[in-house]
């Protein structure tokens, strides 16, 4: 069976048993909205998420902007054109072949002010690219940065390949013996690169 007939019998077989439905919520309220939704998303970037921002000049060479953050980097994972890389995650067979990244650098399309989240489209034939590295490098240009999430949703457009995520900071927990720790469950860092 294939995975769409699948999703369609698992909704099929809800609905079927669905006993009491309700009204969807009222989203008519006022959204946070931010005069500089640039200025908000690099402060929460830095304060809340835990990432480092940079914001890229004009005569700023990317790949200098990011061997400068990630100087000790052997492994540098792209596809995105213009970034120099060791590893293409079109070109590799699996995603084991990942393993080892120092660096993955990755392209968002949607920013959001409200909570530092970029909406990371699915552009790449391995996905693992962006979970499986040490340090994540995003790059956004500031005309798609938004201030709140409404806004973030209604801009996305699903890729191709039909996965994509939003991506705040680096993975972080509290739960072992209350001590916060980073690079968790997938990277230790991420910069994000507004341009």
Not at 52 to 67: F, Y
Not at 135 to 162: C, F, Q, T, W
Request: include cysteine.
């Amino acid at each position: 069976m294939n995975s769409q007939k699948t999703k369609d019998s698992i909704l099929s077989n809800l609905r079927r048993n669905v006993r009491e439905t309700y009204d969807k919520p009222d989203l008519s309220f006022a959204k946070l909205e931010y005069p500089d939704p640039v200025a908000a998303f690099i402060k929460t970037a830095t304060s809340s998420a835990g990432a480092k921002v940079i914001e890229m000049k004009e005569e700023d060479d990317i790949n200098d902007l990011i061997r400068t953050a990630y100087p000790n980097a052997k492994t540098i994972a792209s596809n995105i054109a213009g970034v120099k890389a060791d590893k293409d995650p079109d070109t590799v067979k699996t995603p084991q072949e990942l393993d080892g990244t120092d660096v993955s650098v990755v392209l968002g399309t949607i920013g959001c002010a409200e909570n530092a989240c970029v909406w990371i489209p699915q552009t790449m034939e391995q996905r693992a690219v962006c979970f499986i590295c040490e340090y994540l490098v995003i790059i956004i240009d500031k005309n798609n940065i938004v201030s709140n999430m409404h806004e973030a949703y209604a801009r996305i457009e699903m890729p191709e390949k039909g996965f994509g995520a939003f991506i705040s900071g680096p993975s972080k927990t509290a739960d072992i013996e209350q001590s916060l720790v980073y690079g968790a469950q997938s990277f230790c860092g991420v910069t994000i690169i507004i341009r």
